[in-house]
T-cell receptor, first 116, second 113 residues
């Protein structure tokens, strides 16, 4: 089974609107972490937000929030008030630390386009 | 400035010619890792290291070697590159086990002819 699933290859959003990017995960590690990264066309990987499996509250970082639904194994990224600079690829990732250390798994990404 | 550096940024080589991609971080991070990114596949972990002299295989280790002799450096070695190793490679570092951060280098685009 896929560790991380991102089912939206491409998304469009109007500038200043909110958008939700979907991510589901699969793990038996009780102490895992969930990450979202942004990759603009320039290619660098930019860390956006982190959610630990034991965190009770949803993580927020500025305009980014992570909608963490543990029972459903979902970790959707919500971007509020979209800006043109938000156009990029977005990757969901999971860290497992069960055995020898930090193994990371990434989804295939969602390409977000913000329309003026 | 806190950063992860990789060299070279771009490399074109031929099948079978050994190469090394260097990675260095200045944040005193225990954890370092290598990934490759291919279209439609996202990022896949090649190797990771929890500390000096400790390395482990990720999802796609075949054809790669790594070493961690110093905390700040984590080179990726391709002993005999093949065309299917043409990819974008990222090095990353983080604080340690259960890390809540992972900082990426700028990437190395490798083409093997």
């Amino acid at each position: 089974a896929q560790k991380i699933t991102q089912t939206q290859p491409g998304m469009f959003v109007q500038e200043k609107e909110a958008v939700t990017l979907d991510c589901t995960y699969d793990t038996s590690d009780p102490s895992y972490g969930l990450f979202w990264y942004k990759q603009p066309s320039s290619g660098e990987m930019i860390f956006l937000i982190y959610q630990g499996s034991y965190d009770q509250q949803n993580a927020t970082e500025g305009r980014y929030s992570l909608n963490f639904q543990k029972a459903r194994k979902s970790a959707n990224l919500v971007i509020s008030a979209s800006q043109l600079g938000d156009s990029a690829m977005y990757f969901c990732a999971m860290r497992e630390s069960m055995n020898t250390g930090n193994q990371f798994y990434f989804g295939t990404g969602t390409s977000l386009t913000v329309i003026p | 400035e806190a950063q992860v550096t990789q060299n070279p940024r771009y490399l074109i080589t031929v099948t079978g010619k050994k190469l090394t991609v260097t990675c260095s971080q200045n944040m005193n991070h225990e954890y370092m890792s290598w990934y490759r990114q291919d279209p439609g596949l996202g990022l896949r972990q090649i190797y990771y290291s929890m500390n000096v002299e400790v390395t482990d295989k990720g999802d796609v280790p075949e054809g790669y070697k790594v070493s961690r002799k110093e905390k700040r450096n984590f080179p990726l070695i391709l002993e005999s590159p093949s065309p299917n190793q043409t990819s974008l490679y990222f090095c990353a570092s983080g604080q340690g086990r259960h890390t809540d951060t992972q900082y990426f280098g700028p990437g190395t685009r490798l083409t093997v002819l």
